[in-house]
Structure formats: C-alpha cells, structure tokens
C-alpha cells in the first residue's frame, strides 16, 4: 500500500491555532506529514520577527513525542522573483524530508484565502486539500495580526494571545524573543516608525505607491553594500538606493544614490558606461512602509579592461543615511544573506544571473 504525505507551506510567522489544527489534521488523514516553512532566510523584520529554527521550535512544541515521529519541519529559502525556482526548491525539501518515496501519494493543504496564496496551484501532480473549515473554525486567525499584538508592547496581552495561539507556541514565543530582549525592542521600534510613516499618509486620496532605485554594483566577485543607518532594517546590509527626485531620470537617480551613499572613487562617466541592465522588483510585500517598487541597476565594474588590471576595490565610504559602506564577496554574501535587508538578495541574485 501507498504511504501517504501530508505536506503543508507556510511562513509560520508564527503559528497559531489555525496552522496547527491544519498540520494535526493532515497527521490524522496521512501517515507522514511535512511542513514546508518559507522565508527561512529572512532577516529580522516585523514581518519575518522569527528564525527558521525558532518556528521549528514553536511548531513542534504543540504536538506530542509519538505524532513528531511523522511529522518533519524543513525551510525554504525565498525565492521571490524566480517562482519556477522557488517551486524546485519546495519540491526538494519535501523529497529530501526523510519521508517522502517514489510511490508516496501527496497531499497539499492550504486555503487559498487571497492572491498570497497562488502557490497552492503550482503543484498538480499533489492532491489539493481545502481547509477553509479550519480556519472558519479558527475565526480566519491572521498571523499579521498575531506580530501585531505580540509587539504592540503597551498593549501586550498574554490571555488575548491565547485566542489566538495554542499555549505551548505562545510559551516558545516568550522563551525565544522576551518582552525585554534587544530584538523585541528593535522590532517595536521598526512598527512604530512604519505605522507613522504610513499615518503621514493617510489624507491621500488613494494608496500611495513609492518609485525607488537600487543600485547593484560588481567588481571582482564582490558586491557593494551598505549598512543601514535608519529604520527600517535599521543595522542590515543593504543595496545602496534610496528615491526617486522630482526631475530626475531613474538612471541619474540610481547613479545620484550610488554616490551619495558610498563615495565611490568612481567617477559617473564610467558608471554609466559599466551600467549593463535596469529591472523592476515589485513584491507587493517588499517594504513594510507601503507599496515600493524599485528600478535596479546592474553596474558592471569589470567591463573594460584597464579597470580590471587595477589592483584593490574602489575605495568607498559611507555617505548620507548609510552607516558603513563595504564590498562583500558574492561567497560570503550567499552564507549571510539573512543579515540582508528585504528583498535585496533576492534582486542581486536575480540580476546577477540576467
């Protein structure tokens, strides 16, 4: 006979009870199950306060020592703007989980609740299993809401996060990011800045929707970053970027940026010679201040061979809103990447392989 297995996705952030009834069903109705969690890279951010390993922690907590003998939690790297390889990678995780075989029969569980949800498609070959009625059963609990109350620090409720969160997850909450760590506060200090800027906002007559550049720039196996200086992502590596100004094309604006933030002894002449591809990231959840969507640009610094013979980097400091300024190997970048800002990995990578 067929094994089966249940495999659910999410990014868990956290789980609460509707996740959890959804995993105990799946282990009612199959032998194994697998659970999918996304954004195991991410950094720390009010939408992604939580590690991979802390969300393993928290998953595992509620269920007992017998029912984790068929239950496997494995993490998946973002993949935002290459679905086809995000779908390869959940597909590996799955197969790589312990449990899975040739002749295994899958089932897919999830609800397909808005258009986040798309993903639940992209796997025909796995049964689709529909768990509206848990999450009717669970009231539609939202884990935007569950970040929301944990880090509202004044408000904080421990019986109100019981409605939503099973105790033993809500324990492991607490254990892994006290009320009175470092991280906490940096967290409540990144909500708050983002709920006054979009408050500043809030007469407009529609959503306002952001235009911004990036700058990616290659030299010698490294990539420039910056360090932030401000929230958000206050302390992460980031692109060097920043808005658009009124008068101003994309390019120069991307160029302006560059130099502003970095210093780099390069002068802009060669950075529009060296700039080799322009391209729109635009994940309507890249920025927790609103709706961004960027123009990034690809300089290539190894395009013209008396700057390659050049010894050394291009000296660079740090400038404007940026605290520290440095190039990073691409080696070094890919081991870390969870210390990179958003979305930006994601579009170096991307841009990188165009």
Not at 87 to 113: C, D, M, P, T
């Amino acid at each position: 006979m067929k094994a089966t297995l249940g495999v659910m996705i999410g990014r868990f952030q956290p789980p609460h009870f509707a996740h959890i009834e959804t995993i105990r069903k799946a282990l009612d109705e199959n032998d194994f199950v697998t659970v999918v969690v996304g954004s195991s890279m991410a950094s720390t951010s009010i939408r992604n306060p939580f590690t991979f390993e802390e969300r393993e922690t928290m998953i595992k907590a509620a269920f007992s020592d017998d029912e984790l003998k068929r239950l496997k939690v494995v993490g998946v790297e973002d993949s935002a703007y290459d679905f086809d390889d995000w779908v390869r990678r959940v597909r590996a995780a799955v197969a790589n989980s312990g449990f899975f075989q040739i002749e295994s029969s899958i089932r897919l569980y999830g609800h397909e609740k808005d258009a986040s949800s798309y993903y639940l498609r992209s796997f025909p070959d796995w049964k689709f299993i529909d768990t509206y009625e848990v999450l009717l059963y669970e009231k539609r609990l939202s884990s935007t809401e569950v970040r929301q109350r944990y880090l509202e620090m004044a408000d904080l409720d421990y019986e109100a996060l019981l409605q939503c969160v099973p105790e033993p997850v809500l324990k492991k909450m607490y254990e892994l990011m006290p009320t009175n760590s470092p991280r906490y506060a940096a967290l409540y200090k990144e909500l708050k800045f983002c709920e006054e800027y979009k408050a500043a906002w809030k007469g407009s007559p529609y959503p306002p929707t952001f235009v911004t550049v990036d700058a990616v720039v290659l030299c010698k196996g490294h990539v420039l970053m910056i360090r932030r200086g401000r929230n958000p992502g206050k302390g992460l590596l980031a692109l060097p970027g920043g808005f658009v100004e009124q008068g101003e094309t994309l390019k120069t604006a991307a160029i302006r940026e560059l130099k502003e933030e970095t210093k780099i002894d390069v002068s802009k002449e060669f950075l529009e010679y060296a700039l080799k591809a322009i391209k729109v990231y635009d994940d309507p959840w890249r920025d927790q201040r609103g709706r961004f969507i960027t123009h990034a640009h690809f300089f290539d610094l190894d395009t013209m061979a008396k700057f390659r013979i050049k010894e050394g980097l291009p000296t660079v400091k740090a400038g404007d809103d940026a605290s520290a300024a440095l190039w990073v190997s691409l080696d070094e970048l890919e081991r870390h990447s969870n210390r990179v800002y958003a979305d930006h990995f994601s579009i170096l990578k991307n841009l990188i392989k165009e």
